[in-house]
């Protein structure tokens, strides 16, 4: 996946300047000094991705990636209540969570729908019910992440914070889930160390974005300056750039 897009972007005739792991940029984004000094995980739920980085010093000594996250989990309402990806992500934004009380059973969502079949646009499904599809996907991927810990040896650190981002770790109820399984403290990480984001910008969300640029500002030798062998993405003429320029602006 990455050669492509370094591939897309070497034909668009512009130069890589550096890659970062999503996991690393989180973890300086979400996690506070003494975090990331004395031993702390910072779990980054993607879409497609939940990203794992463990820090330790300051630095990050371990990285890695369960290739699940909240797109799996709204393919899983969109065929538990067969409806499309657009309608099961607005239902998991607005009325999803992992914890059902016994309200849940009463609260009734609207699924809607434009088919045309009347009785199926207009169906409707208990908290309950969603919740019920919800739960055993994200409890796969916190299995699957206490799995990477637990390889890593994260039990050994002195401090064993672990902090979540991304936009999967917004789903209600999560961070008490996680604790349950992976037993330990577990909290909600948000962008921190840039002063003056905007209200929209401050969520669990962005932190890997925010993480982007502060990396971005204080680059590291061994991430930056990164290089395409010549042989692989041959460089472009000047007369190429030129038209891609007249063609896309």
């Known amino acids: 996946v990455v050669a492509n897009l370094l591939h897309c972007i070497k034909r668009c005739d512009l130069e890589i300047a550096g890659l970062a792991s999503s996991a ?15 031993g702390a995980a910072c779990i980054d739920m993607g879409g497609g991705a939940t990203g794992l980085s463990i820090f330790m010093k300051k630095h990050m000594i371990y990285s890695d990636s369960v290739r699940l996250g909240g797109d799996h989990v709204t393919a899983d309402i969109s065929q538990g209540l067969q409806v499309p990806m657009a309608t099961a992500e607005r239902i998991k934004t ?14 009734m969502i609207e699924v809607g729908g434009d088919t045309g079949d009347w009785e199926h646009d207009r169906r409707t499904v208990s908290r309950a019910e969603l919740i019920g599809i919800m739960r055993p996907r994200v409890e796969e991927i916190l299995e699957e992440v206490r799995a990477r810990l637990d390889a890593a040896g994260f039990e050994h650190l002195p401090s064993q914070q672990i902090v979540l ?12 889930l996680a604790t349950k399984i992976l037993g330990q403290q577990v909290r909600l990480g948000r962008p921190m160390r840039v002063q003056g984001l905007p209200q929209a910008a401050t969520g669990p969300a962005f932190a890997a974005s925010v993480g982007l ?6 680059p590291q030798d061994e991430w930056w300056d990164f290089d395409i062998p010549a042989e692989k993405y041959p460089a472009r003429s000047f007369r190429r750039a030129v038209k891609w320029f007249k063609d896309n602006w």
């Open 24 to 38: 690393y940029v989180a973890g300086i984004s979400a996690l506070v000094e003494d975090e990331q000094e004395l």
């Open 94 to 107: 607005f009325y999803g969570g992992v914890v059902a009380t016994g309200m849940d059973d009463r609260d």
């Open 165 to 176: 981002t991304g936009g999967g770790s917004q789903i209600p109820g999560l961070d008490g």
């Open 213 to 218: 640029c502060l990396f971005a500002a204080h």
